[in-house]
């Protein structure tokens, strides 16, 4: 008898400890659990990016039929607009907004036309980008994507009209965000877009085409913001 009360006492005061012991592992870890998961819960997707982009093309092209025809084009400063969206820490989706201009000169051996017209540009970017997250504050990032250049406001100079076909492209991109604090940081950013549009032109009454190679630097700084 005695046995068994020793026992039954012993039982009953482990049972009181494992009760005791889960109440005390509840109190210290649902402070902490609260302030990670709210943590978590504040960081927005969203990032915004304001720069200042200087254009650079490439200058040649050719027109069907001239041997030794080539082109030139203006390069340009401009401001634009990026909208990222995160889909966890490490890739994200940038797309670029701006617009630009690009005067076209005649050179090699229709040099002779000088400025042969001008057409401007609206160059919408979608890239898909890998960031690194392990430098801290300094937050580096490679991407890749497409491009899709629309042609507008054209007209001819030395030609009597101009008409540059919309086209496709492809981005190549690397940058980087150096943060300040949670939301605000500096931004330096460099594009690579491959864009080979053909086009028509009306010179002298008579119709030609041809193709140019603009495949233009988009090299950029400016200010991110991170929602």
Same mark, same amino acid.
């Given at each position: ?12 005061a ?11 592992? #509840?109190?210290?870890?649902?402070? *902490? ?10 960081v927005?997707?969203?990032q ?10 490439? #200058? ?9 025809? *080539? ?10 607009? *990026? ?8 890739i ?7 617009t630009?201009?690009? #005067? ?28 690194f997250?392990?430098?801290g504050?300094?937050?580096? $990032? ?9 042609? $507008?406001?054209?007209?001819? @100079? ?14 190549l ?7 300040v ?10 594009? @690579?877009?491959f ?7 009306n010179?002298?009454?008579?119709g ?6 603009? *495949?233009p630097?988009?090299?950029?700084a ?6």
């Open positions: 008898m005695m046995f068994s009360n020793i026992v039954r006492a012993v039982t009953t482990a049972a009181l400890v494992a009760a005791c012991t889960a109440e005390a592992v #509840d109190l210290t870890t649902a402070p *902490d659990a609260a302030p990670a998961a709210a943590a978590t819960a504040g927005s997707p969203w915004i990016r304001l720069r200042g982009l200087n254009v650079i093309t490439n #200058d040649s092209g050719r027109v069907d039929g001239l041997a030794g025809s *080539d082109l030139s084009f203006s390069n340009t400063v401009i401001p634009e607009l *990026d909208i990222s969206y995160f889909f966890n820490e490490n994200a989706a940038e797309l670029i907004l701006g630009t201009y690009a #005067d076209v000169y005649g050179t090699g051996s229709i040099s002779t036309l000088g400025e042969i017209g001008k057409t401007w540009l609206l160059p919408p970017t979608l890239t898909l980008q890998y960031h997250t392990d430098f504050t300094f937050r580096p $990032y490679v991407g890749a994507g497409v491009n899709y250049t629309v042609f $507008y406001n054209q007209s001819g @100079k030395s030609a009597r009209s101009l008409d540059v076909k919309n086209t496709f492209g492809v981005a991109q690397a940058g980087f965000d150096y943060m604090d949670d939301h605000w940081g500096v931004n330096f950013d460099a594009k @690579k877009i864009l080979r549009p053909n086009f028509e032109a010179v002298g009454g008579a030609v085409s041809g193709k140019t190679k603009l *495949d630097w988009l090299i950029g400016g200010v991110t913001y991170r929602f």
